[in-house]
């Protein structure tokens, strides 16, 4: 049988993701180091966290949703977080 994660260690999840973007973001338009363990970490971090955040934004809105748009949990900060953080990434792209 699954656990439930809790709504707390879903927020917490999604912090860690959207601080690994904003250091990447950071890195790559205003830092532009180019140190090879950096480097190593950027390649090899990357695209999971892209599936890390694309189903967790998945998860947020479902509770979300179960839970009426409450705004005084840590689902709708998540929800709001990954929101941003999913638009900078695609508009990211574009640029």
């Known amino acids: 049988m699954l656990k439930k ?3 707390k260690n ?3 999840i999604s ?3 959207v ?3 904003i250091f990447l973001y950071v890195n790559s338009y205003i830092v532009k180091a180019e140190y090879v363990l950096i ?3 950027q390649e090899s971090l990357t695209i999971p966290m892209l599936i890390i955040q694309f189903i967790l934004l998945i998860i947020v809105i479902n ?3 179960s839970n009426k748009f409450d705004v005084k949990t840590y689902t709708f900060f998540a929800f709001i977080m990954l929101i941003v953080n999913s638009l900078f990434v695609l508009f990211s792209f574009i640029r």
């Open 63 to 65: 509770r979300c949703i």
């Open 5 to 7: 994660i809790s709504d």
């Open 15 to 17: 912090l860690v993701v």
């Open 39 to 41: 480097g190593v970490l």
């Open 10 to 12: 879903v927020f917490y």
């Open 19 to 21: 601080i690994y973007f």
